[in-house]
T-cell receptor, first 113, second 115 residues
Framework: DAKTTQPPSMDCAEGRAANLPCNHS???????VYWYRQIHSQGPQYIIH???NNETNEMASLIITEDRKSSTLILPHATLRDTAVYYC??????????????FGSGTRLQVQP | GAVVSQHPSRVICKSGTSVKIECRSL??????MFWYRQFPKQSLMLMAT?????????EQGVEKDKFLINHASLTLSTLTVTSAHPEDSSFYIC???????????FGSGTRLTVV
């Protein structure tokens, strides 16, 4: 799996957009970018994933640069419930279910009232 | 969907006793499940990969005789912490995947406190 680099922590005002960056300069052509988050004392939760096109779902948007060396997770209107550690993970999907996800240190997002 | 249920959510046990944690895939079958451990303010660390009908694969440094894993059916994996000590106090999380479309689903975790 390609190595990812995320800032250790970020703050965001409630109601504003939270933009969480992730660098993955060694990503290979068949690797996807996945985002999970972990709210305190809970198991991680899937947010979104993408290969090269921008993706959007009910939780967030994922913007992947054209060279795919970095991406940004966007929470359009952050709420206090979005306070969590956000993990950016890069890997191939083909062995999903047979090989575990590997978590880095993630970004601790604190949404401020 | 793809739901993983983990039980218990919290357990306190005395030093020297054993504790069993269950992980169930509720709406899908999982030939493989994963067990993680998480210490305060740290990331999730993979402990072992649980394979239905065969022995679990443990990560380096994880004692297989201390952390017994049983995956007897396609919907249930159990982790037993044997002869627990205070240093085993941690947050234990299981995970499974229905398929590549659903990705990985995680249990809600078990907070183990050994006193």
């Amino acid at each position: 799996d390609a190595k990812t680099t995320q800032p250790p922590s970020m703050d965001c005002a409630e109601g504003r957009a939270a933009n969480l960056p992730c660098n993955h300069s060694t990503i290979s052509g068949n690797e996807y970018v996945y985002w999970y988050r972990q709210i305190h004392s809970q198991g991680p939760q899937y947010i979104i994933h993408g290969l090269k096109n921008n993706e959007t779902n009910e939780m967030a948007s994922l913007i992947i640069t054209e060279d795919r060396k970095s991406s940004t997770l966007i929470l359009p209107h952050a709420t206090l419930r979005d306070t969590a550690v956000y993990y950016c993970i890069v890997r191939v999907p083909l062995d999903t279910g047979r090989r575990a996800l590997t978590f880095g240190s993630g970004t601790r997002l604190q949404v401020q009232p | 969907g793809a739901v993983v249920s983990q039980h218990p959510s919290r357990v306190i046990c005395k030093s020297g006793t054993s504790v069993k944690i269950e992980c169930r895939s509720l709406d899908f079958q999982a030939t493989t499940m994963f067990w993680y451990r998480q210490f305060p303010k740290q990331s999730l660390m993979l402990m072992a990969t649980s394979n239905e009908g065969s022995k679990a694969t443990y990560e380096q440094g994880v004692e297989k005789d201390k952390f017994l894993i049983n995956h007897a059916s396609l919907t249930l994996s159990t982790l037993t912490v044997t002869s627990a000590h205070p240093e085993d106090s941690s947050f234990y999380i299981c995970s499974a995947s229905r398929d590549s479309h659903y990705g990985y689903t995680f249990g809600s975790g078990t907070r183990l406190t050994v006193v």
